[in-house]
């Protein structure tokens, strides 16, 4: 029987992930339909909302940032062959970090405080990272496992830190006392009048460097060929003398760190304070990016864009056809993470074959 | 540029139609909590109020449900840039970005509701919590035939401790003797959401004997109600009337009146006798209450009816004082 032609590397990084969402938002738009609202519109809506003004846009990139974030650190574990589904709590904890040093130097200059936040949130997160990288290194519990319990944990520990230490008398909401405006992350806003009142900051900018960091990490240097080596083929990287367990700790902690700037973008940027669950499920995002994006940067950039596109052109979508429900909204984007994650390959063997009847034309068989 | 200009293009018709869709003058709107529209409680009760409103005058209403913390201010500016007024946003989570959003537009009119903003244009509306639990608690204690009732917060918070408080108070005066059980489900806002652990905490304290559990806990007090009916017992529901939830397993609701505050709000813009400041509504206001209805009417004996009109009353002329935990973070039972 005839051979598994693989495909164009175009049509591998770009025509199959645009039909996986292209599909998606067919089946989004069959649900829209039957409910009784006009798909066009709703599609419409969206697109207006993610990209069509600038407060909009704005928020767009905002998303964007945490998903970058979230992503790249998937995506920098992946390479070591190890799945860290915890980037939710380790920017969870590192909130804390954050707010310790905001608070403790409440009042010094931003462009002072930005770099103290990364390194603190940044440290905090490594940390909460590199515990299951020494459970797995050292004891051999499976990261999956640890990773996804070690949110919990995360949630239980920051919902007691917050609601009974950091909290301030008089307060009802649980969050902390507030960072004082000099001190926090500047917005776009006050550079670009074009950002008009949505959240994105300069952080937005330190996801685009982490980017740049990610691929010059993990394609240029010796630690990166290491990392490929042992997500590849971890008996290779033993006879070649790389040292598994360091690399695996070395490598969550980093991707720890990387998930931990989406608290420096949150508390640090736009809400200035530490609130209750304030990483509303941007790590979990960070697990579908990292797979649309093969784990490159430049795929989690993109992904990242679409998703944030999809949360803001979502919110658009629910203020503007309030037919269309925030669950509906919900569906939509999981339809989306369904068709490019989960079943991303699901299209590939129609088209291997098309590509290939198209190679060879008719009558050779 | 090239693509903000593209967007442009197939948005144009759309923002055209948003723009339209706006542009009726001075609707009021309500922005939900993350807890949703339909959480059987507090933002249920608003949207209650809402629908109230629209029913009566034939009018429109804007609504939004957030999904994360950066939607609360986002929304606000959706709904008050394009002239939505009065714009209602319950619970006190939104203290945050009203205080940002509500002096952006001067002219427009903002509610909140159980926490106060101090705003010329802002509206706060606090309930007397204690007064209404005070009833609830008095029929729970006359209803219990072990001696022992519960009551059941989402988390230690000083506004669910008022709720706590006041159901204890009225307990002890209808029955000196009587047992109180409290339990947290969490530790966090997010118990706010988990009936599962609801339901171990409710099916905890009827193991200890309690008969009648009393929920604080908004959408997770369904696992309360439902444990109680469950066991054959009793729950009492909080917010909004939820006799209906399992009828004859639910002894009352502790009503907290967010609809009225929310059609108060709307109809008080409507009619042009909008105020700002802060509403403190109690029994005398009918603001909060305890709900009697079909549902739970073959429960309650004309004793319990006495006693508690009769408190009410004492309460509203003033002889009759219930303790409000927050005042001094004590409890006096």
């Known amino acids: 029987m005839s051979v598994r032609v693989p495909l164009p590397r175009w049509v591998d990084v770009a025509l199959l992930p645009v039909l996986n969402v292209v599909l998606a938002f067919l089946i989004g738009g069959l649900i829209v339909l039957s409910v009784g609202q006009n798909p066009l519109d709703a599609v419409g809506y969206m697109i207006y909302g993610a990209f069509g003004y600038g407060s909009g846009f704005g928020y767009t990139l905002y998303y964007t940032t945490d998903f970058i974030f979230a992503g790249l650190a998937v995506s920098l574990a992946f390479h070591a062959g190890m799945f860290n589904i915890g980037p939710e709590g380790q920017a969870y904890v590192a909130g804390l970090g954050v707010i310790i040093v905001a608070l403790l130097f409440n009042g010094l200059h931003w462009a002072l405080m930005f770099p103290l936040m990364i390194i603190a949130g940044g440290l905090f997160g490594a940390f909460w990272a590199f515990i299951p990288g020494y459970l797995q290194a050292k004891r051999g519990s499976h990261i999956v496992i640890t990773t996804i319990l070690f949110n919990f944990i995360a949630i239980s520990l920051m919902g007691y830190v917050i609601t009974k230490i950091l909290k301030p008398a008089g307060v009802d909401s649980d969050e902390s006392a507030p960072i004082q405006a000099i001190s926090r992350v500047p917005q776009l806003r006050e550079f670009l009048a074009l950002f008009k009142n949505s959240p994105v900051n300069l952080t937005f900018l330190l996801a685009i460097v982490a980017l740049f960091f990610v691929y010059w990490l993990v394609w240029r240097t010796k630690f990166g060929y290491a990392m490929r080596t042992l997500g590849r083929n971890p008996t290779a990287a033993r006879y070649a003398g790389i040292s598994s367990s360091r690399m695996i700790m070395t490598t969550m902690a980093l991707s720890g760190a990387l998930a931990a700037m989406v608290a420096v973008n949150n508390v640090g940027g736009v809400q200035g304070r530490l609130i209750l669950n304030f990483v509303a499920g941007a790590g979990f995002v960070g697990v579908a990016v990292a797979f649309m994006g093969k784990a490159h940067p430049v795929g989690v950039a993109l992904a990242s864009l679409l998703f944030g596109a999809l949360y803001q052109g979502g919110q658009e979508l629910a203020f503007s056809m309030p037919g269309i429900t925030r669950e509906m909204i919900v569906t939509i984007q999981a339809l989306v993470i369904l068709f490019t994650g989960a079943m991303g390959d699901m299209l590939r063997i129609p088209l291997e074959k098309l590509f290939a009847r198209w190679q060879r034309p008719a009558g050779g068989g | ?333």
């Open chain 2, 1 to 333: 540029m090239t693509l903000t200009s593209l967007t442009k293009a197939i948005a144009g018709g759309v923002a055209l139609s948003a723009i339209a869709a706006g542009a009726a003058f001075a609707d009021p709107a309500v922005i939900y909590d993350g807890g949703g529209k339909f959480d059987k409680s507090f933002n249920e009760a608003a949207y209650n109020g809402a629908e109230m409103y629209k029913k009566e005058t034939g009018g429109t209403y804007g609504e939004f449900e957030i999904t994360n913390d950066a939607q609360r201010e986002q929304a606000l500016r959706q709904f008050a840039s394009r002239g939505y007024s009065p714009i209602v946003t319950p619970g006190y989570n939104f203290v945050t970005a009203l205080q940002a959003v509500a002096p952006e537009f001067p002219d427009l009119h903002f509610v909140i509701l159980d926490a106060v903003v101090d705003l010329p244009n802002v509206r706060s509306v606090l309930f007397k919590e204690q007064e209404g639990s005070y009833l609830v608690g008095m029929l729970a204690a006359m209803k219990s035939e072990s001696g022992t009732i519960g009551v059941i917060p989402a988390f230690n918070l000083d506004l669910l401790e008022a709720f706590a408080c006041g159901y204890k108070q009225g307990a002890h005066a209808a029955r000196p003797d009587i047992k109180v059980l409290e339990t947290y489900i969490g530790s966090g806002f997010d118990a706010f959401n988990d009936p599962a652990k609801a339901t171990e905490v409710a099916k905890s304290q009827l193991d200890q004997g309690a008969d009648v559990l009393y929920q604080v806990a908004g959408g997770a007090g369904a696992g309360v109600l439902q444990a109680a009916a469950d066991a054959g017992k009793w729950g009492i529901g909080v917010d909004s009337n939820q006799n209906y939830l399992h009828p004859g397993n639910v002894l009352t609701s502790m009503t907290k009146r967010v609809d009225v505050a929310t059609y108060n709000a709307f109809m008080d813009e409507k009619n042009g006798k909008w105020t700002a400041g802060v509403l403190n509504l109690g029994l005398a206001e009918d603001g909060v209450g305890a709900a009697f209805d079909d549902n739970n009417k073959a429960l309650i004996t004309p004793e319990m009816t006495a006693a508690v009109d009769k408190a009410r009353a004492d309460i509203v002329a003033g002889t009759l004082k219930v303790h409000d935990f927050r005042e001094d973070k004590a409890c006096p039972v």
